[in-house]
């Protein structure tokens, strides 16, 4: 018959049980420090979601019309962009939520639009990507 006393943990298992808590404990504050910044975050986000087709550079439009100062900026409005109709004819002032929105639900904002293929983002990111053209674009 076992006796109760096998059955509990051996002595021997607490120190390892111990050492992991502990290694846990220091790798917390680490790994804290190891998160980017607020505006490499911001960056990041661009990077991934829109760089392939925007630069922030004034007069640098690729497939996509540049960014530069785009907060502020009237939507269709670059002239040596060809932009499609519907963005031309947007009417209207890119702000912060503006451009939240268009970047969630482009066609939502202005139907019609020619950004594509375009993956999107979440809510999360747009905010971030917001406040890194804030930053990069002037204004
Ligand atoms: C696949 C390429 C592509 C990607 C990725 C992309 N865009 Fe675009 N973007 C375009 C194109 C093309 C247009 C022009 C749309 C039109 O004329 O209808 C555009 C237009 C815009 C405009 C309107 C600019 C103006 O002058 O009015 C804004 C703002 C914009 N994009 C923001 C973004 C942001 C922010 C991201 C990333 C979250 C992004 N785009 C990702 C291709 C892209």
């Known amino acids: 018959?076992?006796?109760?006393?096998q059955m509990s943990q051996s002595p021997w298992l607490r120190p390892i049980a111990a050492t992991g808590a502990l290694t846990l404990l220091l790798s917390a504050p680490s790994s804290l420090?190891?998160?980017?910044?607020?505006?490499?975050?911001?960056?990041?986000?661009?990077?991934?979601s829109c760089r392939t087709c925007h630069s922030v550079k004034d007069g640098d439009n690729r497939l996509g019309p540049n960014l530069n100062k785009i907060l502020g900026r009237k939507?269709?409005?670059l002239p040596n962009?060809?932009?499609?109709?519907?963005?031309?004819?947007?009417?209207?002032v890119w702000d912060k939520d503006k451009l939240t929105r268009f970047m969630v639900k482009p066609d939502e904002v202005v139907s019609g639009n020619k950004m594509q293929p375009y993956g999107g983002v979440s809510a999360e990111d747009?905010?971030?990507?917001?406040?890194?053209?804030?930053?990069?674009?002037?204004?």
């Open 1 to 5: 018959m076992r006796s109760r006393l």
């Open 33 to 48: 420090a190891q998160q980017p910044a607020n505006d490499e975050a911001a960056q990041q986000a661009f990077n991934n």
């Open 75 to 77: 939507a269709g409005s």
């Open 81 to 92: 962009y060809n932009y499609s109709p519907s963005m031309k004819d947007a009417g209207f």
């Open 126 to 139: 747009a905010a971030k990507v917001v406040a890194y053209l804030q930053a990069a674009g002037g204004q």
